[in-house]
T-cell receptor, first 111, second 113 residues
Framework: KQEVTQIPAALSVPEGENLVLNCSFT??????LQWFRQDPGKGLTSLLL?????REQTSGRLNASLDKSSGRSTLYIAASQPGDSATYLC??????????FGTGTSLTVIP | EAQVTQNPRYLITVTGKKLTVTCSQN?????MSWYRQDPGLGLRQIYY???????DKGDVPEGYKVSRKEKRNFPLILESPSPNQTSLYFC????????????FGPGTRLTVL
């Protein structure tokens, strides 16, 4: 069974700092990996989707990378802002038609 | 506006009283899915549907039922709710499984007393 781990569970940084969030998974038989953000009491907002054949995807200040063979993905956030404070989740889409989520990294950006 | 809607958003009920949480998407998506989110456990998939009339179990299907009679709707049914089903529930959809991103509904917070 696929297991997805996100480290660290919580992270606090000063505004303007660049940061990296980590996601690891145990089964490399995936179609793709998706990063989400979740604000307290709210639903999930899709940030980036990386297909298994891709190495990275970029959107604005966000860059996600994928190393399928080693079971790792990173989300890089440049020049962090207080509005980036949220929980960040990664999810893998297995070739067995199921999704598996990590438990998330709670990010706080201090003004 | 393209969206996934869920109703109700909040529900308090009692053990054993059957309930249905509705989910609807207006994007003509093939794949739909239900998740529950619990502190420390993250999101876990309950059921999913690859297309109309095609449903399958996720990781935690016990105590739940689903149906997919129309492409846009994917209701979650709790025939006899129990307190351990108290959770935050999300419905999600994507155009095609394996190729496209998932879009999530706003969530339904269920409390079973």
């Amino acid at each position: 069974k696929q297991e997805v781990t996100q480290i660290p569970a919580a992270l606090s940084v000063p505004e303007g700092e660049n940061l990296v969030l980590n996601c690891s998974f145990t089964d490399s038989a995936i179609y793709n990996l998706q990063w989400f953000r979740q604000d307290p009491g709210k639903g999930l907002t899709s940030l980036l989707l990386i297909q298994s054949s891709q190495r990275e995807q970029t959107s604005g200040r966000l860059n996600a990378s994928l190393d399928k063979s080693s079971g790792r993905s990173t989300l890089y956030i440049a020049a962090s802002q207080p509005g980036d404070s949220a929980t960040y989740l990664c999810a893998v889409m297995n070739t067995g038609n199921q999704f598996y989520f990590g438990t998330g990294t709670s990010l706080t950006v201090i003004p | 506006e393209a969206q996934v809607t869920q109703n109700p958003r909040y529900l308090i009920t009692v053990t054993g009283k059957k309930l249905t949480v509705t989910c609807s998407q207006n994007m003509n998506h093939e794949y739909m899915s239900w998740y529950r989110q619990d502190p420390g456990l993250g999101l876990r998939q309950i059921y999913y549907s690859m297309n109309v009339e095609v449903t399958d179990k996720g990781d935690v299907p016990e105590g739940y039922k689903v149906s997919r009679k129309e492409k846009r709707n994917f209701p979650l049914i709790l025939e006899s709710p129990s307190p351990n089903q108290t959770s935050l529930y999300f419905c999600a959809s994507s155009l095609r499984y394996g190729y496209n991103e998932q879009f999530f509904g706003p969530g339904t917070r269920l409390t079973v007393l």
